[in-house]
DNA sequence: TTGTACGCGTTATCAC
DNA sequence: GTGATAACGCGTACAA
């Protein structure tokens, strides 16, 4: 390993005159920079984080949380989708990314103490249960965060648009000549109350009449959960004419279940998928689904922590939200 | 920020009694030890990581590499699951894990460099250009490292069984009476390669004759261009009875076409999979396919890594393969 | 424009 | 069993 202090005696100068011309100070003349970054370099030095960050209190490093109670929680595409933009936007600005959990070595901890003590100039909350007073703490605490489809009081979170999402669906299918449309929504979340309101009010906006049994709880990215909640509204006596379902994957729980019924689609019933994941694209019929800009919510949750970071005291909290798009496949059917 | 100067302090010792004492070190009376332990949680001390392996030339920190040059890697799902098994094995462990680019800040760099530059005990090498030479730098230096899928001379490399794999699907598809077999396979990579000697080989045992215009060349995860090569293959003369696909994804670029062909699967052409997503599982007809057991693959890398860290002088380097299973779906049929 | 000296928080060595 | 002290590599007042 080589510091700058041989780079200084190399070059016969001292290690603050080193120090300076390695970060460019305009302190030091252009003819001996350039002589010491290029000695540096012959010599192979690389710097030392620890010992940069110890000085500077900074890092250029952040952290993310991504928790999975399912357990496959990185394998979904949304989320893999998001953590590649983040990953990308991260890189661009000189940034590194750093998985925190909720211990540090082998002992139990708190994500903001994990996050301390890993030196993060910030943290993205990309999949976490956000009741947990863990995440709560670190949240509150003075430590940068941005969460991601979930909105703390007064904090930067970036939001998928669920509220045009749903809206627009119901507007494609209502036009499409539907009028009994059912919504097989995900486990209670902050994403699901919007989605849920939006699509009560463009029903009712449209008087669209929405029977009760026509609501049905599943889990998100859950198949079977969606397969159910479809055999169920399958068997009603008053069927409805079309199906949302809570994301792309649980559609295909629903898709089995048709298929089981000797339904076809959309020829006797419609569905529709949210999320617009790479599979919506290539099923045959072609999904109608809501694309969700996933690389974009990354890209953004990178962009606007790492403003939080560097302008600590005149950055105020956003909400953002990003625009997906209605997808129209060939699962809606003009009836 | 409380430091152990704080606790030394607060306790009426010294530093060092304090760090000998939070570092469970037997030097120190169990008394003082818990007094220390007791106050220095009181006072919500939390170590700092940098300072620690300035000092001590750890960082219980891995380095991930993940290069995706399709600009959506972490978004297959192979690949999104070998990084849960990487991350559930490190955090066991008391690891960390930070991706590692070929940049560090905004200024052009190795992977090498930047793995030294934060202090990497490993470095993980879960998708790369493994002919890039900055990733061979990096493998051939004195950097524990692991490599998914790619092995390099005499290094510790995570492989999944693609000889067994093949191996088990010609011998299925032949025990199911076919003996017109098409093999569509992604770009030359070393997987590609062994994937194709297994094929070869298991058909050259059967007797089963291969034709050249059966073997087509794709990339993975690339639906269109196994389309391309499926169109190929249903438009000669004697068209092949199954086709083997790359990779599950590609295979939907193939179902389109097999469609658009007028062709029922698996009644007019039966066809075989790789890797076994989750899509793989809900398909109807539910695909017939490899399953590669990718929380292992990553698990294993995790693990091998560290033992490679903490036995630097008696380690020696292991090939590994991860067994995976054929799942026998229903788009193969019996003729 | 360059150099000196110190401190960041921690651990390791050695003396007591 | 405990304490004093010197590193680890870097950045930055402040002095020259």
């Known amino acids: 390993m080589i510091r700058i202090k041989d780079i200084a005696k190399a070059c016969g100068v001292s290690v603050s005159t080193v120090s300076k011309a390695l970060n460019r100070s305009h302190e030091i003349s252009g003819d001996t920079t350039r002589k010491i970054v290029e000695k540096a370099n012959k010599m192979g030095y690389i710097a030392n984080s620890s010992a ?105 979170a970036i939001m998928s648009d669920n509220k045009k999402g749903l809206e627009e669906i119901v507007k494609h299918v209502y036009e499409m000549g539907h009028r009994r449309i059912a919504f097989i929504h995900g486990e209670d979340t902050d994403v699901t109350r919007q989605r849920l309101a939006s699509f009560y009010k463009a029903c ?29 509204l399958l068997e009603m006596e008053n069927r409805p004419t079309c199906i949302i379902y809570p994301d792309d994957y649980s559609y295909m729980g629903g898709l089995t279940e048709i298929e089981k019924h000797g339904f076809k689609i ?22 109608t689904t809501y694309v969700q800009d996933s690389v974009q919510i990354g890209l953004m949750a990178a962009n606007k922590l790492i403003e939080m970071i560097m302008h600590p005291k005149t950055y105020l909290s956003e909400q953002i939200t990003i625009n997906g798009y209605l997808q129209k496949g060939q699962t809606v059917k003009r009836i």
Chains 1, 2 share one sequence.
Not at 120 to 145: H, W
């Open 52 to 156: 940069r960050s110890l000085k500077t209190k900074r890092s250029q490093n952040l952290g993310l949380i991504f928790v999975d109670n399912s357990d496959s929680g990185l394998g979904h595409e949304y989320f893999s989708i998001i953590l590649n933009g983040i990953k990308m936007e991260a890189e661009r600005q000189g940034y590194d990314l750093t998985f925190i959990s909720n211990k540090i070595g082998s002992s139990k901890n708190s994500y903001l103490n994990h996050a301390r003590y890993r030196g993060c100039d910030g943290v993205i909350i990309v999949s976490a249960d956000f009741q947990d007073p863990k995440i709560m703490a670190l949240v509150n605490s003075d430590m940068p965060t941005v969460t991601i489809d979930y909105q703390f009081h007064n904090k930067t």
């Open 204 to 232: 009712e906006e449209l008087d669209i009449n929405v029977p009760i049994e026509y609501i049905r709880s599943a889990e998100y990215h859950i198949p079977k959960y969606s397969g159910i909640a479809t055999r169920e």
């Open 266 to 287: 959309p020829e006797d019933i419609s569905v529709v998928g949210y999320d617009g994941i790479y599979l919506s694209r290539i099923l045959r019929p072609k999904l």
